[in-house]
């Protein structure tokens, strides 16, 4: 599903975000990327959603280059992608139905397909009661459910979610945990990135440890070692 | 076409709720944009008044030519014919020994001495006259220089027939009022264009500005997949919105405006009443205002946004 071929970024002020890195993530697997800050974990999803170009090597999603992607293609693949940011990333100017909705009418779909599934997106994340509140009347905890429902109105195949956690108190952290475990369980791949060793021991998913840009280990249960 | 009709109606109502839910950015887009349209409509008005007094006073602008009492009439109208033929001539007026003489009487009726003279006189002793009006004070010299004879139209026998033109007289005149006007003309042009490209920079930059706080809306917009036509769509929307929004209330503000200064401009500009154009001429003008509005603050939008696309 996910293939990192040798991929390596190298900036013009000879710093290396990523060096030499391969590995590739099946369908429906949780996988964990840890590592110091600086170890390259975003740029990791940077380059999937091809936000940035590797220097060198390769990503696919679904056997697809992404950085050879038309701009029309590169949509189609993005919306077959969810993303949930440390920082939530809410349109503020738009109430949760609205910002939800957004994903959905980016892809074109029918004004019926919205009425229904952004109502039913809240409600997997707990949070239909605010469907009419606007980002800066919710709690981060509340904020980070919103980003997760607007990941996953689309149905995806993938939802990368970015320090998810990183704001958020352990109560929040734990529930956030939680719904990437349904969704994840629900048959998408997600691919997590975090700093928190408690949220990677619970899962007890596969790991990739990340240092210098390098991968360091990829175990099929690991733990926090960094 | 479901599609595209149901994309526009999404990207149509987004712009509007940009436009109502920012309110504070949208005021200051507005406010500046007044300023600009109010220079776009001020160069509009300045153009008609410039245009307008400097057709009133080439009206006012002539060059007359008196004939001898004994000019044969025929001769007269020879004179004239062959004026009205040059290409610079806009039109030719001919007064007879007796209109002249009435249009005296009538002058100088309150003057008793003056009419008392003329009684005295056996015969009329005003000859007749051709009044000459030319397309453009500049070109009043090439109609002297034919009167002189210069291209033949007045011959020895004819220059005879002509006791004094009024040429020398107006020429330093013309000369100078010309230069004056051209320059005015030029340097008003110049000013306007400056004063337009100084308020739609400024516009820009504002509408840039606002756009800016929206960068990372902007990126999150394009990572969810939307495409750029549909993200800059809605900002296109709120930009001529601004425009419109901003049109009405500079064409609002013009009338007081041009009603006060209508005193003013009919002294000043040879009765060019600027309350009086700008209601005859309202359709256009509001057409100008509107249109440049929605041009300025759609293409603005357009541009600023296409700065935080590359995502």
């Given at each position: 599903?996910?293939?990192?071929?040798?991929?390596?970024k190298?900036?013009?002020?000879?710093?290396?975000a990523?060096?030499?890195v391969?590995?590739s993530?099946?369908?429906?697997e949780?996988?964990?990327?840890?590592g110091h800050s600086?170890a390259g974990?975003t740029?990791?999803?940077?380059?999937l959603l091809a936000?940035?170009?590797p220097?060198k090597?390769?990503?696919f999603v679904?056997d697809?280059d992404?950085?050879?992607l038309r701009?029309?293609?590169?949509?189609?693949m993005?919306?077959n992608?969810?993303?949930?940011?440390?920082?939530?990333?809410?349109l503020p100017?738009k109430?949760?139905y609205e910002?939800?909705?957004?994903?959905?009418?980016a892809?074109?779909r029918p004004d019926?397909?919205i009425?229904a599934d952004?109502p039913y997106?809240l409600?997997?994340v707990?949070l239909e009661r605010?469907?009419?509140?606007?980002?800066?009347e919710?709690?981060?905890?509340?904020?980070?459910?919103?980003?997760?429902?607007?990941?996953?109105?689309?149905?995806?195949d993938?939802?990368i979610?970015?320090?998810?956690?990183?704001?958020?108190?352990p109560?929040n952290?734990?529930?956030?945990?939680?719904i990437?475990?349904?969704?994840?369980e629900?048959?998408?791949?997600?691919?997590l990135?975090?700093?928190?060793t408690?949220?990677?021991d619970?899962?007890?998913n596969?790991v990739i440890?990340m240092?210098?840009?390098?991968?360091?280990?990829?175990d099929r249960?690991?733990?926090?070692d960094? | 076409?479901e599609?595209f009709?149901t994309?526009?109606?999404?990207?149509?109502?987004?712009?509007?709720h940009?436009f109502?839910?920012?309110?504070?950015?949208s005021?200051a887009?507005?406010l500046?944009m007044?300023?600009t349209l109010?220079?776009l409509?001020?160069t509009?008005f300045?153009?008609?008044?410039?245009?307008?007094?400097?057709?009133?006073?080439?009206?006012k602008v002539?060059v007359t030519v008196?004939f001898?009492t004994d000019?044969?009439?025929?001769?007269i109208?020879a004179?004239?014919e062959?004026?009205?033929?040059?290409?610079?001539?806009?039109?030719?007026?001919?007064?007879?020994?007796e209109q002249?003489?009435?249009?005296?009487e009538d002058?100088?009726?309150n003057?008793?001495?003056?009419l008392?003279?003329?009684e005295e006189?056996?015969?009329?002793?005003l000859?007749?006259?051709l009044?000459?009006?030319?397309?453009?004070?500049?070109?009043?010299e090439?109609?002297?220089?034919?009167l002189?004879?210069?291209?033949?139209?007045?011959?020895?026998r004819?220059?005879s027939?002509?006791a004094?033109t009024?040429?020398?007289q107006k020429?330093?005149v013309?000369g100078?009022?010309?230069?004056?006007l051209?320059?005015a003309e030029?340097?008003g042009?110049l000013?306007m264009?400056?004063l337009?490209?100084?308020s739609?920079?400024i516009?820009f930059n504002t509408?840039?500005l606002?756009?800016?706080?929206?960068?990372?809306?902007?990126?999150v917009?394009r990572?969810v997949g939307a495409?750029k036509?549909?993200?800059r769509g809605?900002f296109v929307?709120?930009?001529?919105l601004?425009g419109v929004?901003?049109?009405?209330?500079?064409l609002?503000l013009?009338?007081?405006?041009?009603?006060w200064l209508?005193d003013?401009t009919?002294?000043?500009f040879l009765?060019?009443?600027i309350?009086?154009?700008?209601l005859s001429?309202?359709?256009?003008?509001?057409?100008?205002?509107?249109?440049s509005?929605i041009?300025l603050?759609g293409?603005?939008s357009?541009?600023?946004?296409?700065?935080?696309?590359r995502?």
């Amino acid at each position: 599903m996910i293939k990192f071929d040798n991929v390596s970024k190298h900036y013009p002020d000879s710093s290396v975000a990523l060096e030499d890195v391969s590995f590739s993530v099946e369908p429906e697997e949780f996988v964990s990327v840890v590592g110091h800050s600086g170890a390259g974990k975003t740029t990791l999803l940077k380059m999937l959603l091809a936000e940035e170009k590797p220097s060198k090597g390769k990503v696919f999603v679904s056997d697809t280059d992404v950085h050879s992607l038309r701009p029309d293609d590169m949509n189609t693949m993005r919306r077959n992608i969810g993303v949930v940011f440390q920082d939530f990333r809410l349109l503020p100017h738009k109430n949760i139905y609205e910002n939800i909705a957004f994903a959905m009418e980016a892809a074109g779909r029918p004004d019926e397909d919205i009425d229904a599934d952004v109502p039913y997106s809240l409600e997997l994340v707990g949070l239909e009661r605010k469907m009419w509140s606007f980002p800066h009347e919710l709690s981060g905890g509340e904020k980070q459910r919103a980003a997760i429902a607007r990941a996953i109105v689309n149905q995806p195949d993938i939802v990368i979610a970015d320090e998810p956690t990183g704001n958020l108190d352990p109560e929040n952290t734990y529930e956030i945990v939680q719904i990437l475990k349904k969704i994840n369980e629900l048959g998408t791949l997600v691919f997590l990135t975090t700093h928190n060793t408690g949220v990677i021991d619970a899962l007890g998913n596969r790991v990739i440890t990340m240092k210098g840009g390098r991968v360091v280990k990829d175990d099929r249960e690991g733990k926090y070692d960094v | 076409m479901e599609q595209f009709t149901t994309a526009i109606r999404r990207i149509v109502r987004s712009g509007f709720h940009n436009f109502w839910r920012n309110g504070f950015v949208s005021l200051a887009s507005i406010l500046v944009m007044v300023i600009t349209l109010s220079v776009l409509a001020a160069t509009l008005f300045g153009g008609e008044i410039l245009s307008s007094a400097l057709t009133e006073f080439r009206s006012k602008v002539d060059v007359t030519v008196y004939f001898q009492t004994d000019a044969d009439e025929a001769d007269i109208l020879a004179v004239k014919e062959k004026l009205e033929q040059l290409p610079e001539t806009e039109a030719v007026i001919y007064t007879t020994r007796e209109q002249r003489l009435a249009d005296f009487e009538d002058r100088y009726r309150n003057d008793q001495t003056k009419l008392a003279a003329l009684e005295e006189l056996d015969e009329n002793p005003l000859g007749a006259s051709l009044n000459i009006v030319a397309k453009d004070p500049s070109q009043y010299e090439g109609i002297t220089a034919f009167l002189e004879g210069e291209t033949g139209a007045l011959s020895n026998r004819q220059s005879s027939i002509i006791a004094s033109t009024n040429d020398q007289q107006k020429q330093l005149v013309i000369g100078k009022l010309t230069n004056i006007l051209n320059t005015a003309e030029q340097l008003g042009i110049l000013i306007m264009a400056a004063l337009i490209i100084l308020s739609i920079i400024i516009t820009f930059n504002t509408i840039r500005l606002a756009i800016y706080i929206s960068r990372e809306e902007i990126a999150v917009m394009r990572l969810v997949g939307a495409s750029k036509t549909y993200i800059r769509g809605p900002f296109v929307v709120s930009g001529m919105l601004y425009g419109v929004i901003s049109a009405i209330i500079t064409l609002a503000l013009y009338f007081p405006l041009t009603y006060w200064l209508a005193d003013f401009t009919e002294g000043f500009f040879l009765g060019f009443n600027i309350f009086g154009y700008y209601l005859s001429n309202f359709g256009y003008v509001f057409l100008w205002v509107v249109i440049s509005g929605i041009l300025l603050g759609g293409v603005s939008s357009y541009l600023a946004v296409k700065r935080y696309l590359r995502v």
